[in-house]
Nanobody, 119 residues
Framework: QVQLAESGGGLVQPGGSLRLSCAASISMFNIYGMNWYRQAPGNERELVASITTGGTPTYADAVKGRFIISRDNAKNTVYLQMNSLKPEDTAVYYC?????????????WGQGTQVTVSS
């Protein structure tokens, strides 16, 4: 069973918006903080946003003020609302648990969802 399934990506013009979803088929979802990451071709994976078990968000400077992370524990789902998108936001976006145990395991990652910002 796929543990993390990202969706919602696509092609959008600069200044547009997308809403990404991460469906987490994992036990005890409520006890994990969750992160969104992104990786562009040739670049290392970077942390975009985090949300604690209690719903407190943090953001990378590059997306602060434009992106909003949220979670719905009843649905085992994490969201990333992406506004005012820029071409440099183009990347494959992934979610994962905010735990090194899972970040360091290749099998814990989903397939990601492609976000392309272009005119």
């Amino acid at each position: 069973q796929v543990q993390l399934a990202e969706s919602g990506g696509g092609l959008v013009q600069p200044g547009g918006s997308l809403r990404l979803s991460c469906a987490a088929s994992i036990s005890m979802f409520n006890i994990y903080g969750m992160n969104w990451y992104r990786q562009a071709p040739g670049n290392e994976r970077e942390l975009v946003a985090s949300i604690t078990t209690g719903g407190t968000p943090t953001y990378a400077d590059a997306v602060k003020g434009r992106f909003i992370i949220s979670r719905d524990n009843a649905k085992n789902t994490v969201y990333l609302q992406m506004n005012s998108l820029k071409p440099e936001d183009t990347a494959v976006y992934y979610c994962n648990r905010d735990s090194q145990i899972y970040v360091l395991k290749d099998s814990s990652w989903g397939q990601g969802t492609q976000v392309t910002v272009s005119s």
